[in-house]
């Protein structure tokens, strides 16, 4: 069975800095894109940041230039190094994955959350 693990949420203030990881696990044959998505109270789920297996990264506008998605694939994680926090990025930060299990095609999976919250 295929989970993906979130961690690094926290409360940070305003200027700060904080990393996510997300790790998946469990009988898999190949991982295509990942990702990270948001969704802040009353809003949306949106697309934060996501990379390919090739390494081709792209980004919201909201957040380019102050976070970084990068991914070890021996390792099957992917990162998201935010920078310069402001209290709008304060959301349920999720991780997504098209993942290939052993001997079934690729589907979508999603992480649990992890709350990352910026003070002012």
């Known amino acids: 069975q295929v989970q993906l693990v979130e961690s690094g949420g926290g409360l940070v203030q305003a200027g700060g800095s904080l990393r996510l990881s997300c790790a998946a696990s469990g009988s898999i044959s190949s991982i295509n894109a990942m990702g990270w998505y948001r969704q802040a109270p009353g809003k949306e789920r949106e697309l934060v940041a996501g990379i390919i297996s090739g390494g081709r990264e792209n980004y919201a506008d909201s957040v380019k230039g102050r976070f970084t998605i990068s991914r070890d694939n021996a390792k099957n994680t992917v990162y998201l190094q935010m920078n310069s926090l402001k209290p709008e990025d304060t959301a349920v930060y999720y991780c997504?994955?098209?993942?290939?299990?052993?001997?079934?095609?690729?589907?979508?999976?999603w992480g649990q959350g992890t709350q990352v919250t910026v003070s002012s």
């Open positions: 997504n994955a098209n993942i290939s299990p052993r001997g079934l095609g690729p589907r979508r999976y």
